[in-house]
């Protein structure tokens, strides 16, 4: 069974803070794709980022960028320089890779919630 | 850019009633999706679509749900004898071939009295 905790319930930062978000997944797949959506208070789902299983390589978009560490099974989530707008609940989400649809198993979410 | 649209984006109706709630993926897309989030909970997985038969579906879609595509845009769940506990907001999201991100629809908020 596939399983992701995210810790953090609820984060409060000042507006330009840098600030991170934690991921932790636990699965028996060696292929899968782990992906962070965010939830505004308006109540979509908007895809942030996917990362493949094979593929370690941390990147930066934007101010956005995740540490994606297979050894310590972990994706975590940073804003850099966040903004009142990034005030969402951020979700981490995993998926396997079958042919059965690759069903996503989604943590419990971090509120964000940037103070101008 | 193209969307997940769902509707109605709200629904109330009392319980042992029947409701449908519709969704029209994007036009490019094989694979559909329901979720559903209970108030200030996680997104829990319900079903999955593909050729025209359920892939997957968890243990929460039970003999009440049902899924169908009807044509050849719209995918419907439909609750037989809706619960109290029912009450959540349900995602329709679509996926394409050999792509691995499925994008998601706005919700549609139930609300079961």
């Known amino acids: 069974a596939q399983k992701v905790t995210q810790a953090q319930t609820e984060i409060s930062v000042v507006e330009k803070e840098d600030v991170t978000l934690d991921c932790v997944y636990e699965?028996?797949?060696?292929?899968?794709?782990l992906f962070w959506y965010k939830q505004p208070p308006s109540g979509e789902l908007v895809f942030l980022i996917r990362?493949?299983?094979?593929?370690?390589q941390n990147e930066i978009s934007g101010r956005y960028s995740w540490n994606f560490q297979k050894s310590t099974s972990s994706f975590n989530f940073t804003i850099t320089a966040s903004q009142v707008v990034d005030s969402a609940v951020y979700f981490c989400?995993?998926?396997?890779?079958?042919?059965?649809?690759?069903?996503?198993?989604f943590g419990g979410g971090t509120r964000l919630m940037v103070k101008p | 850019e193209p969307e997940v649209t769902q509707t109605p984006s709200h629904q109330v109706t009392q319980m042992g009633q029947e409701v449908i709630l519709r969704c029209v993926p994007i036009s490019n897309h094989l694979y559909f999706y329901w979720y559903r989030q209970i108030l200030g909970q996680k997104v829990e997985f319900l079903v999955s679509f593909y050729n025209n038969e359920i892939s997957e579906k968890s243990e929460i879609f039970d003999d009440q749900f049902s899924v169908e595509r009807p044509d050849g845009s719209n995918f419907t769940l439909k609750i037989r004898s809706t619960k109290l506990e029912d009450s959540a907001m349900y995602f329709c999201?679509?996926?394409?071939?050999?792509?691995?991100?499925?994008?998601f629809g706005p919700g549609t908020r139930l609300l079961v009295l």
């Open positions: 999201a679509s996926k394409a071939q050999l792509q691995e991100t499925q994008y």
């Open positions: 990362r493949n299983s094979f593929d370690e």
């Open positions: 989400a995993l998926s396997r890779l079958n042919n059965a649809g690759n069903m996503l198993t």
């Open positions: 699965t028996r797949d060696t292929t899968y794709y």
